[in-house]
């Protein structure tokens, strides 16, 4: 069974930092392309960062650049969002997600390709407020 566990979410600080982790069980995650998306409340869910299956290609969307790292440690099957300098607009559910499909890094974020990642995780709260 594919199964992708989320953790390290929380309340923080503007201008704080956090780092979620996405455990993978059930299957190789060096085999996969890792997204990161999240949700604010009433929002669409948008990619925030994703890393290509073959060649560890990385891309963010604008509003995170150099403020997010997306990494990957294959020998311990985990997936990592280094999240910093956060501000009140990165509030939102965090999800990590594990796709087979080879795409760009960009492509693996791009709207409406949901459907072409093969496992989700449960999402965890990212709250930023003081």
């Known amino acids: 069974q594919l199964q992708l566990v989320e953790s390290g979410g929380g309340l923080v600080q503007p201008g704080g930092s956090l780092t979620l982790s996405c455990a993978a069980s059930g299957f190789t995650l060096d085999n996969y392309a890792i997204g990161w998306y999240r949700q604010a409340p009433g929002k669409e869910r948008e990619g925030v960062s994703c890393m290509t299956k073959i060649g560890g290609n990385t891309y963010y969307r604008n509003s995170v650049k150099g403020r997010f790292t997306i990494s990957r440690d294959n020998p311990n099957n985990m997936a990592y969002l280094q999240m910093t300098n956060l501000t009140p607009e990165d509030t939102g559910i965090y999800f990590c997600?594990?796709?087979?499909?080879?795409?760009?890094?960009?492509?693996?974020?791009?709207?409406?390709?949901?459907?072409?990642?093969?496992?989700w995780g449960q999402g965890t709260q990212v709250t930023v407020s003081s």
């Open positions: 997600a594990a796709g087979s499909t080879i795409l760009t890094a960009k492509g693996m974020c791009a709207k409406g390709i949901s459907a072409l990642y093969d496992v």
